[in-house]
C-alpha cells in the first residue's frame, strides 16, 4: 500500500519586518518547512535590515513572499495626505469607518501602495508573490480596487491576492467566529472582482483568533486544518514572531507571537499536519481554480 500524497496548503506568516525578533521567528520557520509564505511589511526599517537573510533562506527553502500593504499603525513612507496623522497611519477602526463612509483619499492610498511596492522591490530586486494586508487593510471597500488596479497595471496580474473570507458553516465550527464573519463581509465577491484584473485567489482561509490565552494556539492551528483537503485553495495565516523592544514600541500583540512560534516549530505541529494529511506548499502548488 502506498502512502498518501499530503495535500498543499498555504501557511503564510503576516508581519515580516516588523521587528528582529518577528523577522528571525519567521525565518526559522521557513526553513523547518512550516511556513510557505510571508509577507513582509516594507515601509518599516525591518524590511531592509531582514530582507536580504530572507533572501538566502527561500534559495534553500522556497517560500512566496509578498507585501503586507501596510496602512493602518505605523509611519507612512508619503506624505498620506488626508490618510495619516501626526506622521502616523490611522487605526483600523478609523480606516474602517472612513472606507464605509466613502470618504478614503483613494489617491493617498494608491500613492502609499506605489511606495510600499517601490521599498520591497529595492530589497527584494523582484515583484512580490502576492499582496495581503495588515490588518485586512487590503479587502475594505476601495482600498481593494486599488490594489487590484495597482497590481494588474504594474504586473500583469502575476501576483496573487489573499482572499480573506471564510464560510459561515466552517467559520461556526472554530474559535475566532464574530472576527471572521466580519471580515468575510468586507470580502464578500473580492475573488470574482479579482478575477477580472486577471489576480488569483486563494478559496479557503484559516486562523482567526482572538489572541487571547482563552484558547491554546494548538486547537487554533488544529481547527485550522479541518477539512483542509477538501477545501480547494487553503491559506492559513499566523502571526508567530519572538518579543523584543523593536515590538513592543511598534506593535499591541506581543505574546501570543511566542506561542505562535513555539508550536510552530514543535514536533506537535507537524503531527498535527500529518493527521490532518496536509504540508505547507506555495501557491503555485495548490489546485487550479
Not at 526559522?28 to 518547512?33: R, S
Not at 466580519?182 to 479579482?194: E, K
Not at 511598534?250 to 496536509?278: F, I, M, N, W
Amino acid at each position: 500500500m502506498t502512502a498518501s500524497i499530503p495535500y498543499p496548503i498555504v501557511i503564510c506568516a503576516d508581519d515580516f519586518g516588523l521587528s528582529s525578533g518577528v523577522s528571525a521567528g519567521i525565518i526559522e520557520l521557513i526553513t523547518l518547512g512550516r511556513l510557505s509564505a510571508t509577507g513582509a511589511m516594507s515601509g518599516l526599517p525591518g524590511w531592509r535590515r531582514h530582507g536580504g537573510e530572507l533572501a538566502r533562506t527561500v534559495r534553500e527553502h522556497p517560500a512566496d513572499i509578498g507585501l503586507h500593504l501596510t496602512l493602518t499603525g505605523q509611519r507612512p513612507l508619503t506624505q498620506a495626505q488626508g490618510l495619516a496623522a501626526n506622521e502616523r497611519l490611522p487605526s483600523i477602526g478609523t480606516l474602517t469607518r472612513a472606507a464605509v463612509s466613502r470618504t478614503l483619499p483613494l489617491e493617498a492610498v494608491r500613492a502609499e501602495l506605489r511606495a510600499q511596492l517601490d521599498a520591497f522591490e529595492d530589497v527584494w530586486g523582484a515583484p512580490p508573490d502576492f499582496l495581503d494586508g495588515h490588518q485586512h487593510c487590503h479587502v475594505l471597500p476601495g482600498i481593494r480596487r486599488v490594489v487590484m488596479e495597482e497590481l494588474a497595471h504594474r504586473y500583469g496580474g502575476s501576483p496573487w491576492l489573499r482572499s480573506c473570507g471564510e464560510t459561515l458553516h466552517r467559520a461556526r465550527r472554530r474559535t475566532g467566529f464574530a472576527k471572521a464573519m466580519v471580515i468575510a463581509a468586507f470580502d464578500r465577491g473580492l475573488g470574482a472582482q479579482a478575477a477580472r484584473f486577471g489576480l488569483a485567489t486563494n478559496d479557503s482561509f484559516r486562523g482567526f483568533y482572538d489572541f487571547s490565552d482563552r484558547v491554546p494556539y494548538a486547537r487554533v492551528f488544529r481547527d485550522s486544518l479541518s477539512n483542509a483537503t477538501s477545501s480547494g485553495r487553503v491559506l492559513v495565516h499566523c502571526h508567530p514572531g519572538r518579543v523584543d523592544a523593536e515590538l513592543v514600541a511598534l506593535d499591541p500583540l506581543t505574546t501570543p507571537r511566542e506561542q505562535e512560534l513555539a508550536y510552530l516549530a514543535s514536533p506537535a505541529c507537524g503531527d498535527a499536519l500529518a493527521r490532518a494529511g496536509v504540508r505547507a506548499a506555495r501557491f503555485a502548488e495548490l489546485p487550479k481554480a
